[in-house]
């Protein structure tokens, strides 16, 4: 799929708010044990893949071993899955087997290592699905999992071969225990109902759907977090349109929805053309190849037809038109896919088999009959599909070269491997939009994907990037994606010798046409593309592995990253000695009473811990929802820091956010058996994409729990001990001033010191003496985030430690930030820059920090009243670069200081500023400056682009009057089918605008 995102990021990113659950109880000021020094980050829900773990068990290990010793090599790697205990990959082996064919080798094998791969089996519940040979002499014999004669989604194993017809590799998941949680055959539904139960909660939205296929009855192994194997139907669907082909997975017995996602409707003579695109080029005269004899765009690959117009047709084939013609993007789509099968053909792909294959443009919009705003390429039934963008969202997707090559992208990809049915915003998912836009860079051998198809940006997504995993994953699969679009580009760049030649983009594609082959066709996990690629490489000699490694290791993929489990973890949680970075690592620290709110991927969790003062004698935690209506549905854990096993983990999942475990002494696992407890909460809800949620846990006894404060509120307190610490917390606004004050008061001698933290203690501020006479003031400190924050007052630490106690007050005010204290730039002023138009120059070696020499280049850009985002880049030569910084300052030079600071570019450097920015944008000048870390000169571009109007949310304001309402909804839902999962994401929309949003 080729599709944008909103600008906002409240679709799958992270974010914090000052909310906390209706009639919450706050206690008195009581003192609260609170360290000023943890560093947990800033985020207050970490996402992390979930599913039950299961260790491999001694004989599996044994099994293993075996191998090795009898037909492996030192070589060899072996990766368990979590689900099953049995191996998910087995890769670089050279194993003789015998047989007369490749199917009955790749059976003798897995019969040969039946305690390694089935768990002791005979393999009579695999299937064949094919046999495929690749360009490089590797071949691939697929087998799909059956239950009592079923198919299971969700697993299945896949036998490959070296050109000598030696096992290189086994993957893919296989399920020994099988059995269905919820029924038996002979108790399921009819199809029928079960689809209409399924289709229930979307009223007269599910009631367009209609199934095209017979209904295949299965068992659906994809729901780890209920640990199940469910009887499920398998229903294809259509409610028209381009993007309404859907696949639903619902349980036979209950008709519950397991899974509802799009196919591939998301994924993605001569004639005058633009030549990458018209933003790079102007119109240039191509020779098209392959046409027949019809005088129609027709040859052996494509068949172009067009929604909207007549099909052009010329005698001589001469298809030269003017770029506001049918015909135009007619013959632009031809010869930039025409173009690019040849040049991947010629790498070797072979593609032979697959005929010629419809390809569509001015496709309309399905609801409303407009201009289509995507392009993709659609597998079963094969077909490229490109509107012709609205000019608005997206222009000119039929004529800008990387679009085309980005969805043959999907094609190449898709005609590699066999890939069962995969969820939106899964690995495999974010592996295929990789895929077409590294496509795309061998093309055209350029990073940058669609540089005119977004109306005032400067291109859509780049694969020169420094994104890394996990750090760097939203759970969306072109964003996703890029992590692996930004390896194969550093692996071009180490091939090429630090430049991204033309060899090595052909080495980039010869290495994904012998590696997309040994992906596993179900489960794929992120480490699964870097496994395949060594393995295809290896076939071929090995040339490539330790680029390939380099390359992905860069962006924090190795064949052995992984999110860690939630129960597979057990084993680092046991018996660990001392709470802290080491005791509890990787988890963040919930403060008594102070809630947080978050936002998990489908399948992610969040871990979390609490300190149990002594002498207390209950410990509550609950989930709820955060906003109305409640999006999502989550599991909550609970279990002391030393548990032994899952007999001593409460959990509860009883409703779809609201959940809550209470722990007391009487409890069967005492509150008294930790001073420290663990708490996760972890999504599951199949039928959505994410869980927004909060959480709260509460100790009552001894310790008491954080009092809130409002602002204006004097607060008077006491410290009785040197080592103790009281805490509060307020609700604070990104880009709040505040003012802290806290004086001594009556006759001791109390030197205070104040903290201030996030909702899970991260220290952000402090002050000892600010306020004179040894007085406690944070003046003007601005809040950088929409949270909880923490205020802890203590004795200040001397030489001596914390030696002073007394009574103090306390008081919240708002603050005046202080004013900024820039350094001067040169006199010689800033250069003007204007919206789009960019600026070179040269900078010189090891040109020192920005403001403080005549030779750092600087500039400003003015912002208009409702410009809705400013972006800036800086290119450099020679590559390789990433030696240039940009900094971006609002309304004064920059200098030496961070106030209004806007941000830092990382390699390849740019800055987005938004209005929901740390600094926001507003009408302003913004300066922009930048120093070179290299120790020789750089030749250097500066874009900066104003793009005024618009808004994340405007698709959904289609009366256009700037505000999200009942009107809009109707009008949304007065044009027929629409798409379930646009209903809810305009639900969230509009839930978030504080109006209730009802069910139709």
Not at 196 to 207: E, I, V
Not at 843 to 857: E, F, K, L, M, R
Request: proline share 7%.
């Amino acid at each position: 799929m080729f599709t944008r995102l909103p600008a906002q990021g409240w679709i799958l990113t992270l974010f914090i708010i000052q909310t906390f659950p209706a009639g919450a109880v706050v206690g008195p000021p009581q003192p609260v044990s609170v360290l000023p020094n943890q560093q947990f980050g800033d985020a207050a829900l970490r996402s992390t893949s979930s599913t039950a773990a299961k260790q491999a068990s001694a004989e599996t290990l044994a099994a293993w071993e075996r191998l090795k010793a009898a037909k492996g090599n030192d070589q060899g790697l072996v990766d368990f899955s979590p689900a099953t205990g049995l191996p998910h990959t087995v890769a670089y082996l050279k194993a003789e087997v015998e047989g007369k064919s490749l199917e009955d080798k790749a059976r003798n094998f897995l019969l040969e290592n039946s305690a390694l791969f089935l768990k002791g089996k005979d393999a009579g519940d695999l299937s064949l699905e094919g046999v495929r040979r690749d360009s490089f002499g590797s071949s691939h014999v697929d087998f799909s999992q059956k239950y009592d004669g079923l198919r299971v989604y969700g697993a299945g194993l896949s036998v490959h071969f070296d050109p000598e017809e030696r096992v290189s590799m086994v993957n893919g998941d296989y399920l020994p225990d099988l059995h269905p949680a919820n029924g038996s055959p002979n108790e399921v539904l009819f199809a029928e109902e079960a689809l209409r139960k399924a289709l229930r909660p979307f009223g007269r939205l599910g009631s367009a759907y209609k199934a095209i296929e017979e209904p295949e009855l299965c068992l659906y192994s994809r729901s780890p977090a209920k640990d199940s194997n469910l009887l499920a139907y398998r229903f294809s669907l259509l409610a028209g349109g381009v993007e309404s082909h859907r696949l639903l997975f619902a349980d036979a017995i209950s008709g519950e929805i397991l899974a509802f996602f799009p196919t591939g409707a998301y994924l993605d003579g001569t004639a005058m053309v633009y030549d990458p695109n018209s933003a790079q080029s102007g119109l240039v005269q191509r020779t098209l190849t392959d046409l027949d004899d019809s005088g129609k765009l027709r040859g052996p690959l494509l068949n172009v037809i067009d929604e909207e117009n007549d099909r052009v047709v010329s005698g001589p084939r001469t298809f030269n038109f003017s770029p506001d013609t049918p015909g135009f993007r007619q013959a632009s789509v031809y010869y930039y896919l025409t173009e690019t099968r040849k040049r991947m053909r010629a790498l070797g792909f072979n593609d032979i088999a697959a005929g010629d294959i419809p390809t569509v443009v001015d496709a309309r919009d399905s609801q409303t009959g407009g201009e289509f705003n995507n392009a993709f390429y659609n597998h079963n039934p094969r077909g490229f599909v490109f509107g012709n963008g609205d000019g608005s969202v997206f222009a000119n997707l039929a004529q800008d070269f990387d679009v085309a090559s980005h969805e043959f992208g999907h094609f190449f990809d898709f005609s590699l491997t066999v890939s069962q049915p995969t969820p939106l915003h899964s690995p495999r998912r974010a592996w295929g939009e990789a895929c077409g836009d590294t496509v795309a860079a061998i093309i055209n051998g350029d990073p940058n994907v669609g540089e005119s198809s977004v109306p005032g940006k400067p291109f859509l997504r780049t694969i020169d990037n420094a994104k890394r995993f996990p750090n760097d994953l939203v759970n969306e699969e072109h964003l996703d994606g890029e992590i692996y679009g930004g390896a194969n580009w550093d692996f071009m760049k180490l091939r090429g010798g630090g430049a991204v030649n033309q060899a090595a983009r052909d080495e980039m594609a010869r290495v994904m046409i012998a590696g997309i082959p040994f992906i596993p066709m179900t489960n794929v996990q992120f480490k699964d593309i870097l496994i395949a690629f060594v393995q295809g490489d290896m076939n071929r000699g090995g040339a490539n592995v330790a680029n390939l490694r380099t390359a992905y290791g860069m962006h924090g993929i190795t064949e052995t990253s992984t999110f860690k489990q939630a129960e597979d973890r057990q084993t680092e949680r046991l018996n660990l000695a001392e709470v802290g970075e080491k005791g509890v690592a990787g988890f963040q620290e919930l403060q008594n009473g102070v809630p947080v709110v978050g936002s998990l991927a489908n399948g992610a969790f969040a871990d979390f811990f609490i300190r149990i003062p002594a002498g207390s004698t209950s410990l509550t935690v609950q989930t709820f929802a955060p906003f109305q209506p409640p999006q999502g549905d989550v599991i909550l854990r609970v279990a002391p820091r030393n548990y032994t096993g899952p007999e001593q983990i409460y959990t509860s999942d009883l409703s779809f956010i609201d959940e809550q475990i209470v722990v007391t002494n009487a409890s069967p696992v005492p509150l008294s058996q930790d001073d420290v407890w663990l708490i996760e909460v972890a999504d599951f809800a199949p039928d959505f994409q994410f869980s927004t949620v909060g959480l709260m846990a509460t100790v009552a006894g001894a310790g008491g729990q954080v009092q809130q404060i409002q602002f204006n509120q004097l607060v008077n307190g006491t410290i009785s001990t040197t080592t103790e610490r009281d805490a509060y917390f307020f609700s604070g606004s990104a880009g709040q001033a505040v003012d802290i004050a806290v004086n001594r008061t009556g006759a001791m001698t109390l030197d205070p010191l104040v903290l201030l933290g996030n909702s899970v203690g991260q220290l952000i501020a402090f002050d000892d003496n600010s306020g004179g006479s040894q007085n406690a003031l944070i003046s003007g400190f601005t809040l950088p985030a929409n949270d909880n924050y923490l205020i802890v007052v203590q004795a200040a630490v001397t030489a001596l430690g914390p030696v002073t106690q007394g009574d103090y007050s306390l008081l919240l005010t708002p603050g005046t930030a202080a004013p900024p204290t820039p350094t001067p730039i040169p006199s010689d002023g800033a250069t003007v820059l204007t919206s789009g138009v960019p600026v070179n120059g040269t900078i010189p070696a090891g040109n020192p920090q920005a403001g403080q020499g005549a030779s750092s280049p600087h500039f400003k850009i003015t912002i208009p009243a409702g410009a809705k985002e400013l972006f800036v880049r800086v290119h450099e030569t020679p590559t390789p670069g990433g030696k240039l910084v940009v900094q971006v300052r609002k309304g004064q030079p920059i200098g030496q200081t961070l106030d209004d600071f806007v941000g830092l570019g990382g390699r390849r450097s740019h800055v987005l500023v938004t209005p929901d920015s740390r600094v926001p944008l507003s009408p302003s000048d913004f300066f922009i400056q930048f120093f070179n870390l290299d120790g020789i000169p750089h030749d250097f571009q500066l874009l900066a682009v104003i793009e005024v109007g618009g808004g994340g949310n405007s698709e959904f304001d289609l009366e256009d009057d700037g505000v999200i309402n009942a009107k809009d909804l109707l009008l949304l839902l007065g044009n027929p089918p629409m798409d379930p999962q646009t209903y809810f994401t305009f639900a969230r929309v509009w839930g978030a605008t504080g109006v209730k949003v009802e069910s139709p």
